[in-house]
């Protein structure tokens, strides 16, 4: 900018210097040249007078006495011509051997119009002459007397001249370029000052201010920066609070929300979405959502519906992504133009991962529960058809295989018993029995029921509950169902002569049950699946036991009832212990 | 300078249809994955059924490529681009090819009974899916270190490849009845480790197309 400014101006200045130049080249040498012609016609116009003073022109000597005495104090030649063109005087050669002068311009002109001017090339002297002539009238008799001058002092003038100029010009130039430098500074400072304010701004810094003080465009241009700055700092405030508002509220929806424009670019996302979809790309404003979320379906389902879908409808789709199940709806955005025109697709996202697991889980359990059902049955069913078969009559054969047929009853009305048990706990959401209880009595109820089948197995169980702890305040059935299926488990998957310890402590109001078990134990792995439907470590030794895969289970939705914890800790071969905690100690 | 934004929305467009036939390939890998885990017939006729689609896909990329070099002059740097987007569609369509042979192998086995849970291949399948996916976010961020990565990832695949080949070599000792079906899985296996090759071939294009070595 400066730059262009000082070049701009140089040319100017430059241009203007060789103007002046030339004019004053042109004036000085004019008027050298009058003021030639001036001297010469004063000085003849003086001889003239002379020469009419005298007596007799023509008495050579006289004119050329004249002549002489005038050229001797003027440096100009001095010349007397008679009207027949015969020289009658010469200040500087003889004129008695001077030719005839009468095809001279400059005297030809005179005798016709009384004065004559002719500016010639000299041979003789060989210098440029400039001649006057006047015509005096003495007595009627015409004679003209010419004065000239060698020019050439012009030429030598000229050159003087023309260093002269230069030398001007060139102070000018240094002097105007000394200026043109501030005066460009001037103009080109604030301008400079209002730039980099204005990157600011773009950069959408509001801070800075602009201090140009000059009372002219300029600072009427920062004025009107300024202004412009407060405006567009408000609106750009206004703007962003709005934008943060929405923002809050997007991401505060459960499902995730993208909008995009015609062309897929990604105009608003959020962080729910962002979270979703695992992004982690920075730009995502503006990008092609492809290049963001690479979900073929996803895609390519709203490649489909571009431009297809009709007005206010919605369109869903299920895909799978990573590892989780999403159900995405779209449908179009509308602009406000009358035309109605779709400028655009809004996608939500609802994470359906849960409710799919808890579908598959449900088609799982009818599946396990149809065939644990089944088997039961089909044996009966096989024992009934022998008996009718005629085993019926071997009484001994009869009795055994009517006692499989109880066994396996039993085994059913268990898993039944089980099952119910289980799909009522789980649509509670919270028990409502609840009553207060002295702990002790409901742990001998237990032992009570429990006593029979610890017999059978020879396991000797015994409990010991901690002094602060008599009254509980909970559901007297559901806690009874989770110490005898605790307390069951301990003794089927134990060896004869083992033992089933059951401790009590308080902590606070949390009391703190320890089944302890000294059996088979269970591996590691299985840990984390036992408290699953219908999960058994070892099938065959379940099912010979009557169990049913649902005791532990059965378990687990009752100390969640009442938001407990249970812990396992178990080795194999060492044994077992499970720890529950429950917040129901008063 | 018209011409020039018209080639650079070329080239845009093309840059889309890149990740377009790269997430195609991610989806098919996706449903072969699906496929082994689930024993499921159905996807797996569908995955061989749509390796046409890819083909298809890789012509139309590649034409787009060869015209934008025969006629838009593209500088140095766009040169380099367009021939490594060249070569990167065949590892795409390798890759597809793949999944669609791993599918075919699995018609052949479903209705059998697996000898040995094909959980391992399905999780070596998944890390040559993640190379896969890998390699496409690289190339879409022009991320250098995640395509100079891919290559690490490549020696895991051989390792897991080498345990399920020793595995299926055991079992086939021990029951010669399994004999055939051991032997389908190891092709499958062998399947999945290419995958993983052309993955890593994949990531050393997209570093050499950004940083412009070799
Ligand atoms: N105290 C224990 N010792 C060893 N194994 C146990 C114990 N309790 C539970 N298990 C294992 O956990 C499985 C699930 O238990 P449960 O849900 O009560 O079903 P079941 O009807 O088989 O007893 C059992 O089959 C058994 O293998
Ligand atoms: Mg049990």
Not at chain 1, 247 to 276: P, W
Request: proline share 2%; with cysteine.
């Amino acid at each position: 900018m400066q730059r262009k400014i000082m070049t701009g101006y140089l040319v100017m200045i430059l241009f203007c210097a060789f103007i002046i130049g030339i004019f004053s080249y042109h004036v000085a040498q004019k008027h050298y040249i009058s003021e030639v012609e001036n001297r010469l016609l004063s000085i003849g116009s003086i001889i003239k007078q002379k020469v009419i003073s005298l007596e007799d022109i023509y008495d050579h000597n006289n004119l050329n006495q004249i002549a002489l005495d005038y050229g001797d104090i003027t440096d100009i030649r001095i010349t007397f011509i008679d009207a027949k063109g015969n020289v009658l005087g010469d200040s500087m050669a003889d004129y008695m051997t001077l030719k005839n002068h009468s095809d001279r311009p400059e005297i030809i002109q005179a005798f016709r119009e009384g004065q004559g001017e002719s500016t010639r090339y000299s041979d003789s002297i060989k210098r440029y002459l400039k001649y006057i002539a006047i015509k005096i009238r003495h007595n009627q008799v015409p004679i003209v007397v010419r004065l000239s001058i060698p020019i050439d002092d012009i030429h030598v003038i000229r050159n003087e001249l023309i260093s002269f100029i230069a030398a001007g010009v060139l102070v000018a130039i240094l002097a105007a370029g000394v200026l043109g430098v501030q005066f460009a500074n001037k103009i080109t400072r604030p301008i400079n000052q209002l730039t980099t304010f204005s990157k600011d701004i773009a950069k959408g810094n509001f801070k800075g201010t602009v201090e140009i003080e000059a009372n002219n465009e300029i600072g009427a241009l920062a004025q009107s920066f300024m202004d412009m700055k407060t405006q567009l700092d408000k609106t750009i405030t206004e703007l962003w609070e709005k934008n943060v508002e929405m923002k809050a509220i997007l991401d505060s929806m459960i499902g995730g929300l993208i909008a995009v424009d015609n062309d897929n670019r990604i105009i608003r996302i959020s962080n729910t979405a962002i979270e979703m979809f695992g992004i982690k790309k920075k730009k995502i404003i503006g990008e092609n959502i492809l290049l963001v979320i690479r979900s073929h379906r996803f895609n390519q389902f709203l490649r489909e519906n571009r431009d297809s879908f009709p007005l206010g409808n919605q369109q869903v789709l299920d895909i799978q992504y990573e590892n989780k199940f999403y159900k995405i709806y779209l449908s179009r955005i509308e602009g406000k133009s009358p035309a109605n025109k779709k400028i655009g697709t809004l996608i939500i996202i609802q994470d359906v991962t849960n409710i799919r697991k808890l579908e598959q889980m449900r088609s799982e359990f009818v599946s396990n529960v149809s065939h644990e059902l089944k088997t039961p049955l089909t044996s009966i069913k096989g024992f009934i058809d022998t008996l009718k078969g005629g085993a019926i009559h071997d009484k001994e054969v009869a009795e055994r295989f009517l006692d499989i047929i109880d066994i396996e009853a039993e085994r059913l009305s268990n898993l039944i018993g089980d099952i119910l048990e289980l799909s009522e706990i789980e649509t509670m959401s919270q028990d409502e029995h609840m009553d207060d209880y002295n702990l002790e009595s409901i742990i001998t109820e237990v032992f009570d029921i429990i006593h029979h089948s610890a017999v059978k197995k020879n396991i000797h169980i015994h409990y010991e509950i901690d002094e602060a702890l008599s009254r509980v305040y909970v559901n007297k059935d559901k806690l009874k169902q989770m110490l005898i299926n605790l307390i069951d488990n301990g003794i089927k998957y134990n060896n004869a002569g083992g033992a089933v310890k059951i401790l009590c402590r308080r902590r606070h109001d949390i009391v703190e049950f320890h089944v302890r078990d000294d059996g088979i134990g269970i591996a590691p792995e299985h840990i984390s699946r036992l408290f699953e439907r219908f999960y058994r470590v070892d099938k065959g030794r379940s099912r010979n036991q009557g169990g049913t895969g649902l005791g532990l289970s059965i378990v687990k939705h009752i100390v969640n009832l009442y938001d407990g914890q249970i812990q396992v800790k178990s080795e194999v071969g060492k044994g077992t212990e499970f720890i529950i905690r429950l917040p129901i100690a008063i | 300078m018209s011409i020039r934004n018209g080639f650079n929305a070329s080239l845009h467009n093309l840059h889309l249809d890149v990740v377009e036939m790269a997430s195609l390939v991610e989806y098919s890998i996706d449903e072969t994955i699906l496929a082994l885990q689930q024993n499921n017939r159905a996807l797996a006729q569908k995955v061989v059924a749509e390796d046409d689609k890819i083909d298809k896909m890789e012509r139309i990329v590649e034409n787009q490529c060869i015209h934008l070099i025969a006629t838009q002059q593209p500088l140095a740097k766009e040169l380099r681009r367009l021939m490594s987007i060249l070569k990167m569609m065949t590892d795409f369509e390798r890759i597809a090819d793949h999944a669609a042979d791993i599918c075919e192998l699995l018609l052949e086995l479903t209705g059998e009974g697996y000898v040995k849970p094909l959980k391992d291949i399905a999780e070596m399948a998944v890390m040559a899916r993640n190379m896969v996916k890998n390699a496409t976010d690289a190339y879409i961020n022009d991320d250098i270190t995640m395509a100079v990565q891919i290559s690490a990832t490549d020696s895991s695949v051989d390792d897991y490849f080498d345990t399920v080949v020793a595995d299926l070599q055991e079992m086939m000792r021990k029951n010669p009845a399994q004999i055939k079906q051991a032997t389908t899985l190891i092709f499958i296996a062998k399947h999945v480790e290419k995958i993983g090759d052309h993955a890593t071939n994949l990531g050393e294009l997209v570093s050499c197309m950004i940083s412009g070595k070799k």
